[in-house]
């Protein structure tokens, strides 16, 4: 029977089979809101429009118009959708939460272009087309057939569907093979494949057993997909708002768990022993790029200040640079570099630095970076008779988070345009010229070089393990993990070891009980604030919630403890340490 | 360290690399050498589109350099190294007459005039309200107030600078020995440190104290007192002692102080004006109505103020233009097609008249710089035919120029020359040394058909516009791009002629100033007298057709035209015709046309490019104007990590054409990834997908630590680059921040 079904409805061709797949999960809904609810069809269809360019499917509406007219010509049997009915309304409901339920209309709109083609196949048999369907494609539309009258009894038909299956995964290889990709294509970039991702499978595997309809919504998703994948060529505003679209931050539930991340002592000593086989090739464009030298220095000569942007890390350059002007045979100067890229670095330690460059006897009192610049100008001031040497500042990296304060790079405007400094400065980020208004860049009085390097950049510019884990909100490292935390607490009074031994324990109890209590998104398990305090004054460790508040603070300073509200705004503390580490900590708070 | 540094395997902890900032010092030669001698063996061509210096046709030897110890370290030897000493020498020495010289000083000058207008204005006002101050004496109403000027200095900042410096310099002159302090928002953040600024630098203007008290948080007073360096008081003491009472306080860019600051300051100085007299100067990008409403009412009624304006941008560039782009000290002639550039930069971008300054010295340098041939710029005396080595010979005549001259004297059958040209060496320089003679000339053409056609004022479109279409197509009256200055000029009426021929023979006779062109009567006889022969007949035929009582008109005048209509067999025809003109009006008539001959032939020039060795004088390269000026940061991101071989230039990447490949750098691979995500990156699929590509089932065949080791470096490089940040919706998701 489902074979004359399949071999039936071939007008709509590929569409056909593209509404069947798409309509398939909400069919349920569909028999009874038909009967009961009197909403004209042509109001629904505008619903469901709606609903569609939510769901993202461009090319779908004209297809429902179409099922729309398909519907219109067949005359529906209520007896059989009623057999299909009752089990599958209840998995979908289950699968379906509360997405659904807010656009009746839309799923009532795809229940009733399904139906009828499946009836129309039962009702009006028609051979026209039987020689042009393959076996395959034939076998397909049994299984979805299947799925959509999952109400029929599996053993009825099982043996039919058994040999359906075998001839659809048997041909795999081919247009099955294709449209399988295809989907894959347009979930590409971690999206959501659910499992073995393909609908196709999704299909037989729902075919077969019912109640693993839920895996079914996603296929369906992706198969609609998969006619529109991600425009590629649109330019780069089109492409954010493409993305930015709401609902449309589908991503896999994957995460790093199984994969051992990388420690620093590990990433250290791969440093050593990986090679990059761009080595020669990187070292060869920094050759060329240090045939600019002279051009450089030129341009150094006559007060513009070269800026050198591009990937990769310029800091090797100009340090070569660097080494080069000072073997030039120009009267004196004295260069001094600044690295952006040190975290600590201050614009007062710049400033200090480059007034002993000036002069090592004087010392200038570091205060008001303003005032010191005054200090710093003062001392140049008697140079102009070459008594003192002509000063070279390098930036490395001038857009590093450390530079980036108007203030600073004001500063580092004003020295750059006095006569006797000047400024060389490498930029990592591709919009670092946003930090200047035409006053800054007048000073500056820049000139750029595309310097991209593609080298490496150094442990000191980058530290790659941090980063990476920050990136990742796994911000244990901050302490440095188990030792971290006992060489914090070492410092902290007696009862701020308690709290935190309290909370260790709690925490410990949470896990153990399955993880689940107010875990949110990417944090360890957590535990209440409220709860927290009640403890703690119930063990002495605090008499009020002040004290309990800058206890916790000692604890924030460290980022041994983070805090953050659930969905409903319950503030929750948590650990940022693995389940084993907590073990160990506790353990030690013990001893 | 040179060794370490070039492998990237052994990164040596360097301390240095670790400080926020020390004083380098050179200590390692051996990398230097390495540095500035790229190892031959490696050498091999970078693809086509990557640039690898900005400065066409350069080709720095460092080692070369180095040798040379004379003042011409920076230029590089040119011709691959084989351009002599002294050609470099010339090559420096002319850049530095052309520019430095010549121009600067030139360019700071028009500057500075192009304020003196308002300079003068604010000092007057300053020096009235002074007056006015102790002709009411000090208990009249005005005294309280402040003298406050506004100046609209317009929202380009960067042009401020020069404004202040002059008004600073103007009011502080000896005679009336005002204290000017200079403010700017980002060095008073607080009112403290304004007023430590303000006392500090009022001061320290007469340079009387010693270093220590720059340390020091008091300063002594004349009377022994102390005062904290943030008290008015110690200002008054020391204001009282040298028996001056003015402050003036400039506020450079007044909307970016905080109000509260300003409206705080303002009250101090109101209420210490019956000691110190303060006046106000507020550099104002907006309006002073807006200004005016982020004070309070009562401290904005202190305030006596007046409204000055600053020159236009459009003018300050347009002087500027005249004298050190077009005037005829400008040695190098920019091409029409970087001015062009260059101008709508200006106009497009608020680009300010700093910019175009260094933009145009940027010009100098790189042609100077790169292009050998910039040595026949040089002066007479200094370029000689030793100089010119078989280098210069060969590029000479593989120029454009030269090879359209030889051309065009083969078609005019002038084959000797063209053979001389082309074998003979010692003929070529000959030439060559004639074409700087003829430059000059040619300029001068220019520049008096210039001069002439603006003062006829019958081309509209301002002086810059019609300087670069002059480059391009030359001037000519007859051509189309000119047919409009015949046409108002015979609209002109008799008056108006005799005025336009004066005021052209006024031109002649003074030249231009602004062009740096001398007036050239001498050279111009003939058109000197055929002009004032027409003067007089115009005027003759003036008073005769006033005696006749008749007025004079031409055949082109719209008077002149008459309308007929004729009844011919009951259908009406029209038909123009010529009024019917006196002996006067044709007499008339014959002076404008003798007129629109005499400009037209007088008034030409050929384009530029069209003048033999003009490559050695036109700079008409717009690339590195753009890539130094204008960079696009993004789209050079973009390319490196999207099209890798285009830089690296490797072996291995080359055959994929900004696809995905698995040999290229990790960023790159995770770029191409990156560009596939939605708005959020799901850092594990991420991963999978990355270790799929490399992975041990792959071609690269990496191990999983050192795949996730480069997975780990590549995705800090992002993050570094600002692509990616945390995201807290999702575990191990980051969120995408480009869409370059």
């Known amino acids: 029977m489902p074979r004359r079904k399949a071999a039936d409805d071939q007008p709509g061709e590929g569409s056909a089979r593209k509404k069947q797949k798409r309509s398939i999960p909400v069919d349920p809904y569909q028999v009874p809101e038909d009967e009961e609810d009197p909403v004209p069809p042509k109001k629904r269809i505008r619903t469901s429009l709606r609903q569609q360019q939510f769901d993202d499917a461009p090319a779908f509406p004209s297809a429902e118009d179409e099922i729309q007219a398909d519907d219109q010509q067949v005359e529906p049997t209520p007896t059989k959708k009623r057999r299909g009915r009752p089990p599958k309304n209840s998995t979908s409901i289950a699968g379906t939460p509360n997405g659904k339920v807010s656009t009746p209309a839309a799923l009532r709109q795809k229940a009733t272009t399904e139906t009828p083609v499946r009836f129309k196949g039962l009702d009006t048999p028609s051979r026209r087309n039987n020689a042009d369907r393959s076996a395959r494609r034939k076998s397909a539309r049994a299984l979805i057939d299947r799925v959509v009258g999952g109400a029929i009894s599996d053993d009825d038909e099982g043996e039919e569907e058994d040999i359906v299956r075998e001839i659809y995964e048997s041909s795999d290889d081919g247009e099955g093979g294709a449209s399988q990709q295809e989907d894959q294509e347009g979930a590409a970039g971690a999206d959501d494949t659910e499992g073995e991702g393909a609908p196709v499978a999704a299909a037989a595997t729902a075919a077969a057993t019912p109640s693993k309809r839920r895996g079914r919504p996603p296929g369906s998703v992706n198969r609609k997909r998969s006619p529109t994948p991600p425009p590629r060529d649109l330019p780069p505003y089109e492409q954010y708002f493409y993305q930015n679209k709401p609902g449309q931050t589908k991503t896999s539930n994957n995460s790093l768990t199984s994969l051992n991340l990388l420690t620093h002592e590990e990433y250290f000593s791969l440093l050593r022993q990986v090679k990059d086989p761009h080595a020669a090739d990187v070292d060869f464009l920094q050759s060329l790029q240090a045939e600019s030298f002279p051009q450089w220095a030129f341009e150094l000569s006559q007060g513009f200040s070269p800026c050198l942007y591009g990937y990769g890390s310029k800091r090797r350059l100009v340090h070569q640079f660097a080494t080069y002007l000072s073997t030039q045979p120009a009267n004196k100067k004295s260069i001094v570099i600044i690295n952006g890229y040190v975290r600590t670095t201050s614009i007062r330690e710049i400033l200090s630095t480059i007034g002993s460059a000036i002069n090592p006897s004087h010392k200038i009192a570091s205060g008001n970076p303003v005032a010191m610049v005054q200090n710093l100008f003062s001392l140049l001031l008697p140079s102009l008779d070459n008594t003192t040497p002509h000063l070279i500042l390098m930036i490395n990296s001038i857009d590093a988070p450390p530079l980036r304060r108007t203030a600073t790079q004001s500063i580092l405007a004003q020295l750059a345009a006095h006569p006797k400094i000047s400024l060389v400065c490498s930029a990592d980020t591709p919009d670092f010229h946003l930090f200047w208004d035409s006053g800054l860049r007048s000073s500056f009085n820049f000139c750029f070089h595309d310097c991209t390097t593609f080298a490496p950049f150094a442990p000191a510019e980058i530290d790659v393990v941090d980063e990476v884990h920050e990136l990742l909100g796994r911000m244990a490292r901050r302490v440095g993990g188990k030792e971290g935390v006992t060489f914090v607490l070492r410092s902290l009074p007696e009862n701020a070891k308690s709290l935190f031994r309290l909370l260790v324990g709690e925490v410990l109890v949470v896990m153990d009980e399955g993880g689940g209590g107010g875990t949110v998104g990417d944090r360890g398990p957590g535990i209440e604030y409220r709860i927290l305090y009640n403890k703690a004054v119930e063990e002495f460790i605090c008499s009020s919630e002040m004290a309990f508040r800058t206890l916790l603070k000692e604890f924030h300073d460290h980022q041994i403890i983070e805090s953050y509200k659930d969905s409903i705004g319950t503030e929750l503390l948590s650990l940022p340490f693995r389940k084993n580490e907590l073990e160990a900590i506790l353990e030690d708070l013990m001893s | ?740």
């Open chain 2, 1 to 740: 360290m040179a060794e370490v540094e070039e492998d990237p395997n052994a990164f040596a902890f360097q301390e240095d690399d670790h400080r926020g900032a020390y004083i380098f010092t050179a200590s390692h030669p051996a990398e230097n050498q390495a540095a500035s001698a790229p190892q031959p063996s490696k050498r091999r061509r970078v693809s086509g589109k990557k640039r690898k210096s900005n400065m066409p046709d350069a080709t720095p030897v460092g080692e070369e350099l180095s040798d040379s110890d004379n003042g011409s370290g920076l230029f590089v030897s040119l011709f691959s190294g084989s351009e002599s000493k002294e050609a470099i020498e010339l090559r420096r020495r002319t850049f530095e007459k052309g520019w430095g010289d010549l121009l600067e000083g030139r360019i700071q000058r028009v500057l500075r005039e192009a304020n003196q207008n308002t300079l003068d204005e604010v000092g007057s006002f300053m020096w009235d309200a002074e007056a006015k101050l102790t002709a009411d004496g000090e208990g009249a109403s005005i005294s309280k107030k402040i003298p406050a000027g506004f100046i609209i200095t317009g929202p380009n900042i960067a042009s401020q600078d020069l404004l202040f410096e002059q008004l600073a310099e103007t009011l502080s002159d000896a005679k009336r020995a005002a204290r000017v302090v200079r403010l700017r928002s980002a060095g008073a953040p607080n009112l403290k440190a304004a007023l430590k600024k303000i006392i500090n630098d009022a001061t320290a203007s007469l340079s009387e104290r010693s270093e220590d008290d720059d340390i020091a948080e008091v300063s002594v007073g004349e009377d022994g007192r102390k005062h904290l360096n943030y008290d008015l008081e110690g200002l008054y003491a020391f204001l009282k002692a040298r028996e001056s009472r003015r402050v003036i306080i400039a506020f450079e860019d007044s909307e970016a102080f905080d109000s509260g600051l300003l409206t705080d300051l303002i009250v101090l100085f109101h209420s210490w004006q019956g000691r110190i007299q303060f006046s106000l100067l507020f550099g104002i990008a907006t309006s002073v109505d807006l200004f005016q409403a982020r004070l309070l009412k009562s401290t904005a009624q202190v305030l006596y103020g007046a409204q000055f304006d600053v020159v236009q941008a459009d003018s300050v560039l347009e002087s500027v233009f005249r004298s050190a782009v077009a005037g005829s000290q400008a040695l190098l002639r920019l091409g029409p097609s970087l001015l062009q550039n260059l101008l709508e930069r200006q106009k497009d971008q608020v680009a300010g008249i700093h910019v175009f300054i260094s933009s145009l010295k940027y010009a100098y340098m790189c042609h100077f710089y790169a292009n050998p041939l910039s040595v026949l710029l040089a002066d007479d005396g200094l370029l000689d035919r030793k100089l010119l080595q078989p280098e210069h010979i060969e590029a000479i005549r593989s120029l454009g120029s030269f090879r359209e001259h030889v051309e065009a004297s083969v078609e005019a059958r002038q084959l000797n020359h063209a053979q001389s040209l082309l074998d003979d060496d010692e003929y070529l320089i000959s030439q060559i040394l004639q074409q700087r003679q003829k430059r000059l000339d040619y300029l001068t053409e220019l520049l008096r058909s210039l001069h002439l056609l603006t003062t006829t004022g019958l081309r509209p479109g301002s002086f810059t516009d019609l300087y670069v279409s002059a480059l391009v197509n030359g001037v000519d009256l007859l051509s189309e791009d000119f047919s409009n200055v015949f046409d108002s000029a015979r609209k002109l009426g008799p008056g108006e002629i005799i005025s336009l021929i004066t005021s052209l023979l006024n031109a002649i006779q003074a030249g231009s100033p602004d062009l740096d062109l001398q007036g050239w009567e001498s050279d111009a006889d003939e058109l000197v007298t055929a002009l004032s022969g027409i003067q007089d007949k115009v005027e003759t035929l003036v008073t005769r057709a006033k005696q006749s009582g008749q007025p004079l008109k031409s055949k082109y005048s719209a008077q002149g035209k008459i309308l007929r209509t004729t009844v011919v067999a009951q259908k009406v025809q029209l038909s123009h015709d010529s009024a019917t003109l006196t002996d006067e009006d044709k007499a008339f008539t014959k002076a404008i046309d003798d007129l629109t001959e005499l400009l037209s032939t007088n008034i030409y020039c050929p384009p530029a490019n069209s003048l033999f060795l003009h490559e050695a004088w036109l700079y008409n390269s717009k690339s590195p104007y753009r890539d130094v000026f204008v960079p696009r940061p993004g789209t050079t991101f973009e390319r490196a990590l999207s099209r890798p071989h285009d830089y690296l230039n490797c072996s291995c990447c080359a055959k994929v054409d900004g696809t995905l490949a698995a040999t290229m750098p990790t960023a790159s691979i995770l770029y191409h990834m990156y560009l596939e995500t939605g708005s959020l990156v799901n850092v594990s699929d991420l991963w999978s997908a990355y270790y799929a590509l490399v992975g041990d089932e792959s071609d690269m065949g990496l191990d999983e630590r050192s795949a996730l080791f480069r997975f780990y470096r590549a995705l800090a490089e992002l993050r570094l680059m600002g692509f990616v940040k945390q995201s807290k919706k999702k575990a191990d998701h980051v969120a995408k921040l480009k869409w370059l």
